[in-house]
């Protein structure tokens, strides 16, 4: 049974950066390809009126993604606007009387976490709270007891049902892709499995720094920033068995399943490094530990995954940027063709980012007499060019009061078990130039013939990348 549609969507932090970017684009295209038309109340402490409101939004909608007139036209007139500060009674006040009638009110916090518990308890005491739903933004904590704290303040006024944990990664189409990939191809399944696969890659590359964002990634590091949030979910897709049933927490069941599974890092599973230069960044201490690079070794205690290492790896001032998986399967029991090259073992290449592939990487023969070949790839899906933005997708579904994208309680906890060991200094972290791919120490973790493998060099597509 379908849940209703909230009847109102609230966005704290109006006039805030996430806003500018992400949301208002989301929202005209939420009006204009879905046809939303319940009030839409902006909340911030800006000294702002509506009409400056309306103001920054077409701005936003103009810079990313691109100004529709029409549909810009009917969400304007969606468009309320209540200033004042969030520790103040009378903000809540207000907003209560600005939601009027409206049923299962969304609430989106798109503000610091160090407000939550402010905004909540104002929403609580202004009757806001009612049957409403509420979205909070990652990070989800700093470390496993400071996730426990946030899940602790949410749950004294939200029921877990009418919690939405947003991570924008969950709603890009390449990652639903990985799902669908899996799922709907019954050959891979029966290969699915230690018995084929030797090890799995995860690489999140970024070829720019910090950018300006010092003083938030001293707060972060490369572990807390992608890897605890988007790169085990990914992995918790390459790794998780077929859900069972179409109900809402299906996926979100083995998600949690395969992330409880997956055994602790100890210091001996990580590396880390940071570039050369970090330190000059304004907001970072001078003899900052932070690591802008890290790579870990992880297993999935479970019957189809025992042994196979998962290798993931994220950082900054890397090469190119590029999201890449590469499952490696083994090679034949016998070779039956003695070659002095064999080449590489076959291998499924999901590339995420920038572009959108889906590729098998296999041998084929050489034209000639001898039995010789060479390393090929086969593309399997090109991405279309009219998806859906993660926020656009995301919010769509909070407010259809669909859960399936969004991270519940047990798995962000199952997060951060993985990593609570290893954060802080736990381990020693290493200088990289920039333009490289991070410090020559992650090498020697990875056991695979090949290495690493980085996305700019992982097959050929007739004869180019």
Known sequence: MDA???????????????????????????????????????????????????????????THGGLDETAFTKLSALLQYVDGDYRDQETFAQLRRALGNAQRPLHYLAIPPSMFAAVVEGLAKSGSATNARVVVEKPFGRDLASALELHRILHQFFPEEAIFRIDHFLGKEPVQNILYTRFANRFLEPIWNRTHIGSIQITMAENFGVQGRGRFYEEAGAIRDVIQNHLFQILACLAMDPPTGEETDAIRDEKARILKAVRPLTPGDVVLGQFKGYRQEDGVAPDSRVETYAAVRLFVDTWRWADVPFYIRAGKCLPITATEVN??????????????????????????????????????????????????ELIAMHQRADEMTPYERLLGDALRGDQSLFAREDSIEAQWKIVDQVLGDATPVHEYDQNTWGPAEAGPMIEDPGGWLDPESVGVVAGQR
């Open 327 to 376: 499952v490696n399967f083994k090679r034949p029991p016998r070779e039956t063709f003695e070659e002095q090259n064999r080449g590489s073992p076959n291998r499924l290449r999901l590339c995420l980012s920038p572009e959108v592939v889906i590729a098998l990487g296999m041998r084929v023969k050489l034209p000639g007499e001898r039995m010789e070949g060479e390393d090929v």
């Open 4 to 62: 209703p549609h909230s009847g109102a969507l609230v966005f704290f932090g109006a006039t805030g950066d996430l806003a500018y970017k992400q949301i208002f684009p989301a929202l005209q295209a939420l009006v204009k390809r879905h046809n939303l038309t319940i009030p839409i109340i902006g909340v911030a402490k800006a000294g702002w009126n509506l009409d400056q409101l309306k103001a920054r939004a077409r701005d936003s909608v103009t």
